[in-house]
């Protein structure tokens, strides 16, 4: 009998001590010994950027899905299950199909040195290879260049999203050097849509894409969006489309559904796909309203929000949020990685909230202590802030002091997974 996904996850954990090694040596490897299923996946739309690749994976999806058409997607980091980063033909993956998938690599790679990314993402490979589906949506894990999803030689269609200061110890300290590890991800000849970028990072990325003779569709060049009179707008030379605002929530959103609406349109499918795109598209943990669960029923008064943005980017994108909210006096619950610009992500929220309760992520080993949380969101101008062992007691304080309070549990993706777990 096979042992259960978690249990083999946590000995690929062993097989390479370092959580991050940037190279495609170990991973080509382990593929030519699997029989290079990466060259047989279905066409593939390949995603990277700083923020807003999960979004504008999930509008994508949405929109082919509406169409009929059937799409894997592969994500990262997963936040209750792993089996959330493998979507196969629209459904997530089952555990015996990944124990069966886990099992089968491991064995090809014989106990040779692998990161778990790595050997995860030729469990993908192969899953995707052997399922049929009309597209793959690829997400970067980190970077673009050294990525594991970077194995693919041809894809249909190449994405960046907006390219910001982030993983700086392993992508570089500026944005045009980041900006060229995104850029990584072009391949010769294909198009490449590009979000909003800074004009260093815009350089970059173009360069690249002259150099390999792949047609760019640059934001504010080639597609435009914006929200006009409560309306998403969006326009390129094939002409205008007025939709609905997009179903996730933000200003930061219509950009995302920008790239979207670009890449349906660049693969040919017509408007009630890019319809579907802005008001079908489900991305859990962004601005996401928890309304059920042991956890939002513990504070009935209080308005529960979930958001897993954690670098400054995210922090400007998350109180651009709040500011359009209706009034309410607005808490945060924040739990940070130590490798994180803290400070920076808090900033510009200071001026949205009137509280910040730092609590530790449970089980991460480079969580922040909540100690150093609640001392950096003093440094980022928060007059009120303590802290907390866990986000229900966290959750309890507030709610005790202001039952009709708006509360937002932010600061990480790995802090959104528990909460997602915790409350069912």
């Given at each position: 009998?096979?042992?259960?996904?978690?249990?083999?996850?946590?000995?690929?954990?062993?097989?390479?001590?370092?959580?991050?090694?940037?190279?495609?040596?170990?991973?080509?490897?382990?593929?030519?010994?699997?029989?290079?299923p990466?060259?047989?996946?279905p066409?593939?739309?390949?995603?990277?950027?700083?923020?807003?690749?999960?979004?504008?994976?999930?509008?994508?999806?949405?929109?082919?899905?509406?169409q009929?058409?059937?799409?894997?997607?592969?994500?990262?980091?997963?936040?209750?299950?792993?089996?959330?980063?493998?979507?196969l033909?629209?459904e997530?993956?089952?555990?015996?199909?990944?124990?069966?998938?886990?099992?089968?690599?491991e064995?090809?790679?014989?106990?040779?040195?692998?990161?778990?990314?790595?050997?995860?993402?030729?469990?993908?490979?192969?899953?995707?290879?052997?399922?049929?589906?009309?597209?793959?949506?690829?997400?970067?894990?980190?970077?673009g260049?050294?990525?594991?999803?970077?194995?693919?030689?041809?894809?249909?269609?190449?994405?960046?999203t907006?390219?910001?200061?982030?993983?700086?110890?392993?992508?570089?300290?500026?944005?045009?050097?980041?900006?060229?590890?995104?850029?990584?991800?072009?391949?010769?000849?294909?198009?490449?849509?590009?979000?909003?970028?800074?004009?260093?990072?815009?350089?970059v990325?173009?360069?690249?894409?002259?150099?390999?003779?792949?047609p760019?569709?640059?934001?504010?060049?080639?597609?435009?969006?914006?929200?006009?009179?409560g309306?998403?707008?969006?326009?390129?030379?094939?002409?205008?489309l007025?939709?609905?605002?997009?179903?996730?929530?933000?200003?930061?959103?219509?950009?995302n559904?920008?790239?979207?609406?670009?890449?349906?349109?660049?693969?040919?499918?017509?408007?009630?796909?890019?319809?579907?795109a802005?008001?079908?598209?489900e991305?859990?943990?962004?601005?996401?309203?928890?309304?059920?669960?042991?956890?939002a029923?513990?504070?009935?008064?209080?308005?529960?929000?979930?958001?897993?943005?954690?670098?400054?980017?995210?922090?400007?994108?998350?109180?651009?949020?709040?500011?359009?909210?209706?009034?309410r006096?607005?808490?945060?619950?924040?739990?940070?990685?130590?490798?994180?610009?803290?400070?920076?992500?808090?900033r510009?929220?200071?001026?949205?909230?009137?509280?910040?309760?730092?609590?530790?992520?449970?089980?991460?080993p480079?969580?922040?202590?909540?100690?150093?949380?609640?001392?950096?969101?003093?440094a980022?101008?928060?007059?009120?802030?303590?802290?907390?062992?866990d986000?229900?007691?966290?959750?309890?304080?507030?709610?005790?002091?202001?039952?009709?309070?708006?509360?937002?549990?932010?600061g990480?993706?790995?802090?959104?997974?528990?909460?997602?777990?915790?409350?069912?």
């Open positions: 009998m096979s042992q259960p996904s978690d249990e083999i996850l946590a000995r690929l954990m062993s097989l390479h001590p370092k959580i991050i090694d940037l190279t495609l040596d170990r991973l080509t490897r382990l593929l030519d010994a699997l029989g290079n990466e060259r047989a996946v066409p593939v739309i390949h995603i990277a950027g700083t923020n807003g690749k999960g979004s504008t994976q999930a509008m994508i999806r949405a929109g082919l899905e509406s009929g058409l059937r799409v894997h997607a592969y994500t990262s980091p997963h936040l209750a299950r792993f089996h959330e980063r493998i979507r033909a629209g997530l993956i089952s555990e015996p199909a990944l124990t069966a998938l886990l099992d089968e690599c064995a090809a790679n014989g106990g040779a040195n692998i990161t778990f990314f790595e050997i995860t993402t030729a469990a993908a490979f192969l899953a995707f290879a052997r399922t049929p589906a009309d597209f793959t949506l690829l997400e970067v894990g980190l970077g260049r050294l990525d594991a999803t970077n194995v693919i030689d041809q894809p249909r269609l190449s994405i960046i907006p390219v910001s200061i982030d993983h700086q110890q392993y992508l570089g300290e500026t944005l045009p050097e980041i900006a060229g590890e995104k850029a990584g991800i072009i391949k010769r000849g294909v198009p490449v849509i590009v979000g909003p970028q800074d004009e260093a990072g815009l350089a990325i173009e360069a690249r894409a002259a150099r390999l003779g792949a760019v569709l640059a934001y504010g060049q080639h597609w435009h969006v914006a929200e006009e009179n309306r998403l707008i969006y326009q390129d030379e094939r002409g205008l007025d939709l609905p605002l997009p179903n996730l929530p933000g200003p930061h959103q219509i950009v559904a920008g790239a979207a609406i670009t890449a349906l349109r660049a693969l040919g499918l017509d408007d009630t796909a890019c319809e579907a802005v008001t079908r598209a991305w859990p943990a962004r601005m996401q309203r928890l309304r059920q669960g042991p956890l029923q513990s504070a009935p008064g209080v308005e529960l929000w979930l958001d897993g943005g954690h670098n400054p980017a995210g922090g400007i994108a998350v109180a651009a949020t709040l500011a359009r909210m209706p009034a006096p607005t808490h945060l619950i924040c739990g940070m990685l130590n490798t994180k610009d803290v400070t920076g992500y808090l510009p929220l200071a001026a949205q909230a009137v509280s910040l309760t730092a609590v530790s992520i449970p089980g991460e480079n969580t922040l202590p909540a100690a150093e949380t609640e001392a950096a969101a003093r980022a101008g928060f007059a009120r802030t303590a802290t907390a062992p986000v229900a007691e966290a959750l309890a304080q507030i709610a005790a002091a202001d039952p009709q309070a708006r509360v937002l549990i932010c990480s993706l790995y802090l959104a997974g528990q909460v997602l777990k915790q409350n069912g």
